[in-house]
């Protein structure tokens, strides 16, 4: 059976405290440095790597494909949702002067999304398409550097999660510097997606022996 490993890497913490950053493009802090470079350090040498353009990600995603010696490949797809209005603001700083609308957001995010901001569906779509062209190809092990949100919109397609207005988005906790390996069967008409693992690696994460099982 013919089968690709993708682990979809969050980036570390960002300099900033809690906002919604979205396509604010930020450094990530020392720690959030410390903690990236850790989770890299236990993932085996993939064979393709590709990144958001946003620095928290391109940075790491740079530096993961020179160690293992491959062409990065920045496609904006994975970019994090735009938050409009919200973006780079402290989330403190939007429950004083947006509450209601803040409130509404994190229970239906498909109804009431950020104002200016890109729509819930138009994100999943691009989010979407990102992932079926990553579906069709076979590299054995593909490393994405990329963001909460997106890591989100991927596990509800691979888990065919209950859509509900969107409030899957904050069911799923993604931790930074967190890793979700998906396997990629190939040998059907329709590829099969499997989750291998969600949650921050802490130890070697080898590739699976076989991919056959």
């Given amino acids: ?61 740079e530096r993961l494909a020179e160690t293992a010696g491959v062409e990065l490949d920045v496609d904006a797809r994975w970019a994090e949702m735009d938050f409009g209005d919200w973006d780079g603001r402290p989330v403190a700083e939007l429950y004083e002067q947006d509450p209601d609308h803040l409130a509404r957001f994190w229970a239906a995010p498909a109804l009431a999304g950020p104002p200016g901001g890109e729509t819930l569906s138009a994100f999943e779509q691009r989010v979407g398409e990102a992932l079926k062209d990553r579906l069709m190809c076979h590299e054995r092990h593909t490393v994405v550097m990329t963001h909460g949100g997106v890591i989100r919109a991927v596990l509800q397609q691979v888990l065919g999660m209950n ?20 396997r990629v069967d190939h040998d059907e008409a329709v590829p099969r997606l499997r989750l291998l693992h969600h949650g921050v690696v802490q130890a070697p994460f080898a590739l699976p022996d076989a991919l056959n099982y």
Avoid: N
């Fill in 163 to 182: 859509h509900d207005a969107g409030a899957y988005v904050h069911r799923l906790d993604v931790p930074y510097a967190s890793v979700a390996r998906v």
């Fill in 1 to 61: 059976m013919s089968a690709t490993i993708i682990d979809f890497v969050r980036h570390g913490a960002c300099e900033g405290g809690p906002m919604l950053r979205g396509r604010t493009d930020v450094e990530l802090s020392a720690e959030g440095t410390r903690q990236i470079e850790a989770v890299l350090g236990w993932l085996p040498t993939p064979t393709h790597v590709i990144s958001s353009p946003l620095k928290r990600c391109r940075r790491m995603g």
